[in-house]
């Protein structure tokens, strides 16, 4: 486990502040935010490259806030995988077990192993020169395992490879952690990647930690604005909430209303997801809970997908299949019925 408490940390202008983040072991944890939120200051800093102005970091129980970056047993893969050009591969990969001065028997066991996990036994003879980005990535994850790490520290490892191969990487850096069991905290601001490799994520922006919790809880329940706008929620509102029920209150912002689960009242911001908005030419019936006529604003092609904008009162995004999109033949300044469930509606 990595336990990080309330640790500052100040690089010229620029400040880590009270971050507190814990990491159970054996978990991909996701550390997501925009360019320049400290996002690569966070992991240099549980690496030991940064010295903290307050706070502690431990792993495995043990604080290591003061100690050595070599003497941490971390291994970290950056987006630049930053090879040895002078060495081959294998060289590569074993160049930290040669610097734990470990026996050459062992650490010729330890090549093979890793080479045959990560799937480079072919690229051994090789120099960095003459390997594709992909491959590059995969002998930087390779010398980063070499040593066993307690932790992997993974930098955007994947942001500078073509989406195919990206894909591939993904699908084998999720076999290699399973595999191995181990903690890993990978860094990114893509969206896909973030959903599908971490079990949990913590959103970053100007050194702070916005929210950390499940993926599910992080892209359907955002906890401020900040984290709502960020990972695309797109229909976010401000308003009041009223008492309807025991469990239902009533969200009134601008002329509209909706129903929401929630036992919460007064000022608030309230947020749905396009993709849990229904949206259909059919306006015939107009029953049920949340359920409204509008017009058709505008279309944003999406590729697979396309954001329909319908003016309610207000303007809502819904997101539709290109197939769904195509079978309701669906045109700007058409009329269409927009309906979603109270649960759909997250208030913060």
């Given at each position: 486990m990595i336990e990080l408490?309330?640790?500052?940390?100040?690089?010229?202008?620029?400040?880590?502040?009270?971050?507190?983040?814990?990491?159970?072991?054996?978990?991909y944890t996701v550390i997501l935010g925009p360019t320049g939120a400290g996002k690569t200051l966070l992991l240099e800093t549980i690496a030991g490259l940064h010295n903290l102005k307050s706070g502690e970091i431990w792993i495995d129980g043990r604080n290591i806030t003061r100690l050595e970056p070599e003497k941490r047993n971390i291994g970290m893969v950056y987006q630049d995988s930053?090879?040895?050009?002078?060495l081959s591969v294998a060289d590569n990969i074993v160049f930290g077990l040669k610097v734990r001065r470990m026996p050459a028997s062992d650490i010729k066991k330890k090549l093979d192993e890793i080479a045959v996990l990560i799937?480079?036994?072919?690229?051994?003879?090789?120099?960095?020169?003459?390997?594709?980005?992909?491959?590059?990535?995969?002998?930087?994850?390779?010398?980063?395992?070499?040593?066993?790490?307690?932790?992997?520290?993974?930098?955007?490892?994947?942001?500078?490879l073509d989406p195919e191969t990206r894909e591939a990487l993904q699908r084998e850096l999720k076999r290699i952690q399973k595999e191995l069991n181990i903690t890993v905290v990978h860094v990114t601001h893509d969206f896909d990647e973030a959903m599908l490799m971490g079990k949990h994520i913590a959103v970053i922006s100007e050194g702070i930690l916005r929210q950390v919790g499940t993926t599910e809880e992080v892209f359907s329940k955002p906890d401020s604005e900040f984290v709502a706008h960020f990972t695309m929620i797109r229909n976010i509102f401000s308003g009041n909430l009223f008492k309807q029920s025991e469990n239902l209150s009533a969200f009134r912002t601008g002329k509209l209303e909706l129903i929401i689960n929630t036992d919460k009242i007064g000022a608030t911001h309230a947020c749905i997801r396009p993709d849990d908005i229904t949206?259909?030419?059919d306006i015939s019936s107009q029953a049920g809970t949340n359920c409204f006529i509008g017009i058709i604003d505008r279309i944003e092609d999406r590729g697979m997908t396309f954001h329909v904008f319908v003016n309610v009162s207000l303007e809502v995004c819904c997101l539709v299949t290109r197939r769904q999109f195509n079978e309701m033949r669906l045109i700007v300044d058409q009329k269409v019925k927009i309906t979603f469930n109270q649960d759909a509606i997250h208030v913060f």
């Open positions: 408490k309330n640790v500052h940390v100040k690089v010229g202008d620029f400040n880590l502040q009270q971050i507190n983040l814990t990491v159970s072991k054996g978990e930053s090879l040895f050009p002078h799937g480079v036994r072919h690229l051994l003879d090789r120099k960095p020169g003459k390997l594709s980005g992909a491959e590059k990535q995969k002998v930087a994850m390779a010398r980063a395992l070499a040593i066993k790490p307690q932790l992997l520290l993974l930098d955007e490892p994947l942001s500078a949206i259909s030419p």
